[in-house]
């Protein structure tokens, strides 16, 4: 009898050591064949926002703006130029320059580095009543201290939890889940590389035509950035200000319905102490007139590097 028991325990030994491994590897095989679905999209999108917001850390430049600078400079492609600098993209949708943003930023600033600087991405957008109500950035500020602790620590549980259907897998298997050509990656510096298998350059076009309608550049916007530039360049901050590349159709359209000066911003930031970078257009292709391509948002990302450490450090 003792003899059966003790059989049968070590038979069970036996099959729960071999069913420990099968189990881990059925589920690490069951998520390598899940597809992305929706859900797990949302959480990786509201994780990475919420890592940007709440970012604790001091950089020594710091790439500001809207859209265009979230999706268009990459702090890691960056680095290659620059390997001693800490460089976050603090950039957010629809973003301004108004008093509660710029706060952020002189927020993340390292004041104890030898060498301090901010990146202005100056779109039209970015100076007028729209970009100054910044609803991204304040939506984000307003998130409940749950659900920061949550998407912040809990973001791989969470999507590991995400029901998936055998179904869902099977069309994976068989390569016909659904996908889409526009693509998103979210990145640990700030930066999300967009691209689109199908570019089509006129698809901002028609939204833009409208967007300055009651929502022009003013100078009182302007004046807040400017008055910054002034304070920071005498905090021993360098202020770089670029109008972000897009299209020609792009560039004509806002000049014509924005209010935006840009020989007249350029000269304005110069006088108040920042420094104006230019970039040619024809270099760099979006996807839809307005966002870089993500290729040539790693290309614009080194040439702006390349032209800081022309102009900061000559000596290397």
Request: charged share 15%; net charge positive; proline share 0%.
């Given at each position: 009898m003792s003899s059966s028991i003790f059989n049968f325990k070590k038979l069970l030994q036996e099959r729960i050591l071999w069913l420990i491994p099968a189990l881990l590897v059925f589920i690490i095989l069951f998520h390598t064949l899940s597809p992305k679905t929706d859900e797990t999209r949302?959480?990786?999108?509201?994780?990475?926002w919420k890592k940007?917001?709440?970012d604790k850390n001091k950089y020594q430049m710091i790439l500001c703006g809207d859209s265009r600078i979230y999706r268009g400079l990459a702090p890691q492609a960056m680095q290659e130029i620059l390997p001693e600098i800490s460089i976050t993209n603090f950039a957010?949708?629809?973003?301004?320059f108004d008093e509660i943003m710029l706060k952020q930023i002189d927020k993340r600033i390292d004041y104890d580095a030898p060498k301090k600087m901010v990146v202005l991405g100056l779109t039209p957008l970015t100076l007028t009543a729209e970009g100054m109500h910044n609803y991204h950035m304040n939506f984000e500020l307003e998130t409940k201290r749950e659900e920061l602790i949550e998407l912040l620590?809990?973001?791989p549980v969470f999507q590991f939890f995400v029901p998936i259907t055998l179904d869902q897998i099977n069309q994976k298997i068989k390569g016909k889940e659904f996908k889409t050509s526009f693509h998103q990656e979210y990145t640990y510096t700030g930066w999300v590389a967009s691209f689109e298998d199908k570019p089509w350059l006129e698809a901002a076009i028609k939204s833009y035509s409208t967007r300055f309608i009651n929502n022009?550049?003013?100078?009182?916007?302007?004046?807040?950035?400017?008055n910054q530039v002034k304070l920071w360049t005498n905090q021993g901050v360098v202020v770089f200000g670029f109008r972000p590349p897009t299209t020609h159709n792009m560039v004509a359209l806002e000049d014509s319905l924005s209010g935006y000066n840009e020989t007249l911003v350029k000269s304005k930031f110069i006088e108040a102490g920042g420094k104006w970078l230019e970039f040619n257009i024809n270099d760099y292709d979006t996807y839809d007139g307005s966002h870089l391509q993500k290729e040539s948002a790693i290309q614009l990302s080194i040439d702006l590097a390349t032209e800081i450490k022309r102009i900061e450090y000559p000596e290397y």
């Open positions: 949302v959480i990786e999108n509201n994780s990475f940007k917001t709440f957010y949708g629809s973003a301004g620590y809990f973001k022009q550049v003013t100078e009182k916007n302007l004046q807040i950035v400017l």
